[in-house]
T-cell receptor, first 113, second 113 residues
Framework: KNQVEQSPQSLIILEGKNCTLQ??????????LRWYKQDTGRGPVSLTI?????NTKSNGRYTATLDADTKQSSLHITASQLSDSASYIC????????????FGKGTRLSVIA | DAGVIQSPRHEVTEMGQEVTLRCKPI?????LFWYRQTMMRGLELLIYFNNNVPIDDSGMPEDRFSAKMPNASFSTLKIQPSEPRDSAVYFCATSEQGGETQYFGPGTRLLVL
């Protein structure tokens, strides 16, 4: 069964600290993996998209890694800011395309001063 | 561009009533997606269109749900009759032809009493 599991479910960190969010998937055949940031009350916003051949991609203080062999991805946030407080959703697409999509349930990150 | 526009932003209705959610995609985007998000199930893809044609509606929960895209600048998601378990946030997202990044609207928060 195609599934995306994210951990932890929620996380609280101090402003300025780094953190890493995990995403494990069993989707096959793999097409690409995306990380979205969703602020409370808003729609998700794309952070990174990685295909099978990419193992790392950065977007400012956000760096995503992908290990297609172990079917794991991580999102590393450097020098966290209060505005990083949001849900981070991992999404995997399969069957060579941008759809269909399998969604993780997200990690809720709270950055506190 | 104003981004993806959804209306209404909030909807409260009684069980059994018809609900119509609306979406205006970003101009020039050929793909349009309807999602539902709940705390329990996270984000779920309901249906998507390419060039106004429904491509995959396998995520539509049941016959009470229907979606249309009569032209490139407008789509509706209708629930008739609505039930309390339909309460959720419904997102519309669009992307360019062949594009990987989906741009989400602000969502419609639906409460069925």
């Amino acid at each position: 069964k195609n599934q995306v599991e994210q951990s932890p479910q929620s996380l609280i960190i101090l402003e300025g600290k780094n953190c890493t969010l995990q995403c494990n998937y069993t989707v096959s055949p793999f097409s690409n993996l995306r990380w979205y940031k969703q602020d409370t009350g808003r729609g998700p916003v794309s952070l990174t998209i990685m295909t099978f051949s990419e193992n790392t991609k950065s977007n400012g203080r956000y760096t995503a890694t992908l290990d297609a062999d172990t079917k794991q991805s991580s999102l590393h946030i450097t020098a966290s800011q209060l505005s990083d407080s949001a849900s981070y959703i991992c999404v995997v697409s399969y069957n060579s395309g941008n759809t269909p999509l399998v969604f993780g349930k997200g990690t809720r990150l709270s950055v506190i001063a | 561009d104003a981004g993806v526009i959804q209306s209404p932003r909030h909807e409260v209705t009684e069980m059994g009533q018809e609900v119509t959610l609306r979406c205006k995609p970003i101009s020039g985007h050929d793909y349009l997606f309807w999602y539902r998000q709940t705390m329990m199930r996270g984000l779920e893809l309901l249906i998507y269109f390419n060039n106004n044609v429904p491509i995959d509606d396998s995520g539509m929960p049941e016959d009470r749900f229907s979606a249309k895209m009569p032209n490139a600048s407008f789509s509706t998601l209708k629930i008739q009759p609505s039930e309390p378990r339909d309460s959720a946030v419904y997102f519309c997202a669009t992307s360019e032809q062949g594009g990987e990044t989906q741009y989400f609207g602000p969502g419609t928060r639906l409460l069925v009493l």
